[in-house]
Structure formats: structure tokens, C-alpha cells
């Protein structure tokens, strides 16, 4: 079993940033990719992007290319996401997961209880 934990959430207004955590413990998770992924209220959990436990190469939706900058501290087990330039589209709560690579959600076998984001406008 992966046990993972977000946290950094919270109400920030919009044009601000957030970095959210996604600690990680368990089993060995090295060979996992780490995703996130969101979800708003009355829509679909959507991809954000992911990134390599092992290489730390990452990769994101094209939607978040730019704003969104995922990255990961092998020492801590801890994998960051970090929002910049928050908009109140964003508002969703924010899920970090383990499985395999790739930008669904049944490529990941462990998830997180999530995050909530709220941006202001």
C-alpha cells in the first residue's frame, strides 16, 4: 500500500500562487509516476500533469502547460505542485495519485483524500 497525503490548500485570490504537497509513504513508491489531478464542483476529474519518482521528468496537460510546475523531493517523499497566476477556474479540489505514467485515472492505483483550492475573483 501508498498512503498519500496533500496538503497546501486553501482561499487565495485570483492572480495569486499555491504550492501543494503530496507526501508520500508505504510501500516502495520509486517506480510510481505521480499525478494530479483535479476536480471542480459539478465537472469531471481532469489530468494536471504528473512527474517520475525515479527521473523526475515531467509532463503536463496542455492546458496547464505554463502556470503549473510539478516537481518532486526524493528526500522528503514529496511530490509539489505548484500553481502560479491562480485564476477562480482553478477552484477544485486537488488530488495527487501513484500508479503508472500516463494522464488517466485508472492508470493510478493510490490516491490521495484531496485538497481544496478556492481562488477569489
Known amino acids: 500500500q501508498v498512503q498519500l497525503v496533500e496538503s497546501g490548500g486553501g482561499l487565495v485570490q485570483a492572480g495569486g500562487s499555491l504550492r501543494l504537497s503530496c507526501a508520500a509513504s508505504?510501500?516502495?513508491?520509486?517506480?510510481?509516476?505521480m499525478g494530479w489531478f483535479r476536480q471542480a464542483p459539478g465537472k469531471e476529474r481532469e489530468f494536471v500533469g504528473a512527474?517520475?519518482?525515479?527521473?523526475?521528468?515531467?509532463y503536463y496537460a496542455d492546458s496547464e502547460k505554463g502556470r503549473f510546475t510539478i516537481s518532486r523531493d526524493n528526500a522528503k517523499n514529496t511530490v509539489y505542485l505548484q500553481i502560479d497566476s491562480l485564476k477562480p477556474e482553478d477552484t477544485a479540489v486537488y488530488y495527487c495519485?501513484?500508479?503508472?505514467w500516463g494522464s488517466g485515472s485508472p492508470q493510478y492505483d493510490y490516491w490521495g483524500q484531496g485538497t481544496q483550492v478556492t481562488v477569489s475573483s
Open positions: 495519485a501513484a500508479g503508472r
Open positions: 508505504g510501500r516502495t513508491f520509486s517506480s510510481y509516476a
Open positions: 512527474v517520475s519518482w525515479r527521473t523526475g521528468t515531467t
